[in-house]
């Protein structure tokens, strides 16, 4: 695959980020096919809606409600959450020939995994999504801030496709780069997502300016941020000491924004946990780092996930 | 004071606690007045209602609606809440005569030396309750489980004062014990209220049941106390190594008991945070411990209960 020019292009999981990058592939031109369930009507009838930096796109999207009618094809853009990966099993294999790439967009750590142990490790590819996103109803998306993706292979090899990816996205008016390192990128990726989403979720539904205005909260998201970094520096994922303060500064400008995982709670929907502190805290043990507050919050979230909200 | 027998005793604070230990001295003949406002009503007119394994206690008890009708005492008994210590500048003085010993019932940290610093060291007394009570209604209190207290010194001299106390909770048939060093036995009671109290709130309202029977949350429990204990001995406060499986042993006989702070937060109240967590992570940071999950925990806390529950 040295182009998506010309590629069929599923994606499975269309909630905010699955529609957000397929759909801006597909208004660049590229043959992308939703696989949707209940917004299936709304986008057939509508196409897709994404309100983005004060303009609205609206335009036509090849869909499907089942994988069969779409049939193996060349990229698969996995947006599915983390918590119902087992669907894949059923989701994906019509989807699947000999040279299909699986691309996971999902947050936190054992995906890729989870996709390599059943379809093969060669064929998967990860990527990071910096993104502020919210699904304001059926296909129609909001694009609140960022939007840049970073691209990777789950084998560390260099591959054309990897730069293919890259290409399609940025010919799609996103910043996109590839990357050297998928595991280390997922781990620079948790050094935000474990404090922000998890924070937001135990503090009671706040917001990530909630989080920065409070001292103790903010103190405790940089606290997290360091464990995170620890353990990633002891598995040889390097992470640069201002990074932390990096990550605090640029979420400034997020403001009042609901972090995914404080938004599937409040809505009653399944939380990432394992993904996002589940997995971090099983492999930072496993290399002997000592992760006390991710442990703590793993262990609230893991029990206030668990209820149902109202 | 080396005896209670024809002392007058004042209750400030009538709640649960302050309520069943004053309500005790009065049943069995002492002479105890209860300063209430919202239940003074109700305990005036068919005296104070206590639960208590298994029989219902209803007895008259003098009571009060200020303290000028009060005037001053030998002893008081504050069950106040820590977060109201500051009425007590307006409800002690009238109470206050040369010799009155001031006797806080009250968790935490911080309560003796507040007093301490306003109406002098010497007369501060401390105790720390372990009882399960319920203030079901107005001057009716349900009592759940245990029931003993420990009675201290704020100063550490020994004091016949002391064994006047005990011998008279022991009179009204209450478990009561004279302890050397109050600081210390703070500090042990901490070691439970620290875990129980807090994860009952920041994992979104559960009983002390629910903490022992969720693996994640019993394993922060401990690793909590363990923070907790260490502090201590940095203090010098020695706790011996296996009084934390010896607490969470003797709280599977609590059941589905809600720790007084999260029925706190259940209602609406204000919540110890700075005398049961603040201080202590105060105090072990001035002796150089690291006591990450507390700090998250009262981080999280102090968030939680700022914001009013419905």
Same mark, same amino acid.
């Given at each position: ?19 957000? *990058? ?15 369930? +209940?917004?299936?009507?709304?986008? #057939? ?7 983005? !930096?004060?303009? %609205? ?5 090849? %869909? ?47 995906? /890729?995994?989870?996709?390599?142990? #059943?379809?093969?490790?060669? #064929? ?32 560390? =090899? /260099?591959? $054309?496709?990897?730069?293919?990816? &890259? ?9 996109? =780069? ?21 924070? =937001? ?8 300016? /909630?989080?920065?205005?409070? $001292? ?12 995170? %970094? ?11 000491? /201002?990074?932390?303060? *990096? ?8 403001? $009042? ?15 990432? &946990? ?18 006390? !507050? ?7 979230? +893991?029990?206030?996930?668990?209820? #149902?909200?109202?």
């Amino acid at each position: 695959m040295n182009s998506l020019t010309g590629a069929k292009i599923a994606v499975v999981g269309a909630g905010a980020v699955g529609a957000y *990058y397929g759909g801006m592939l597909a208004h660049a031109g590229y043959e992308v096919t939703l696989l949707l369930r +209940s917004d299936f009507d709304a986008v #057939r009838a509508r196409g897709l809606i994404i309100h983005s !930096r004060g303009q %609205t796109l609206q335009f036509p999207v090849k %869909t499907a409600a089942t994988p069969c009618e779409i049939g193996p094809v060349d990229l698969v853009l996995i947006g599915i959450k983390a918590t119902a990966n087992q669907a894949l099993e059923q989701l994906l294999p019509p989807l699947i020939g000999q040279h299909t790439v699986l691309l996971t967009l999902q947050n936190g750590l054992g995906n /890729d995994d989870f996709l390599a142990e #059943r379809w093969g490790a060669e #064929r998967i590819m990860g990527a990071l999504c910096f993104v502020c996103l919210n699904r304001i109803g059926p296909g129609e998306i909001r694009h609140l801030d960022h939007g840049s993706i970073t691209v990777g292979e789950f084998l560390k =090899s /260099d591959c $054309p496709r990897t730069l293919a990816v &890259v290409d399609a996205f940025v010919a799609a008016g996103i910043a996109a =780069s590839g990357v050297e390192n998928l595991q280390a990128e997922r781990w620079r990726k948790l050094v935000w997502n474990v404090p922000f989403n998890g924070l =937001s979720i135990a503090a009671g539904g706040v917001t990530v300016a /909630d989080i920065l205005n409070d $001292p103790l909260l903010q103190s405790e998201a940089r606290a997290l941020m360091y464990e995170v %970094t620890q353990a990633a520096d002891s598995m040889g994922y390097f992470i640069e000491p /201002d990074y932390v303060t *990096y990550q605090i500064n640029r979420s400034w400008s997020m403001g $009042p924004y609901r972090p995914s995982s404080l938004i599937d709670w409040q809505l009653g929907f399944p939380v990432e &946990v394992e993904a996002i502190w589940g997995e971090p805290l099983k492999r930072a043990a496993a290399v002997g780092v000592n992760t006390p !507050r991710l442990q703590l919050l793993y262990s609230l979230l +893991s029990r206030l996930t668990s209820v #149902r909200q109202c």
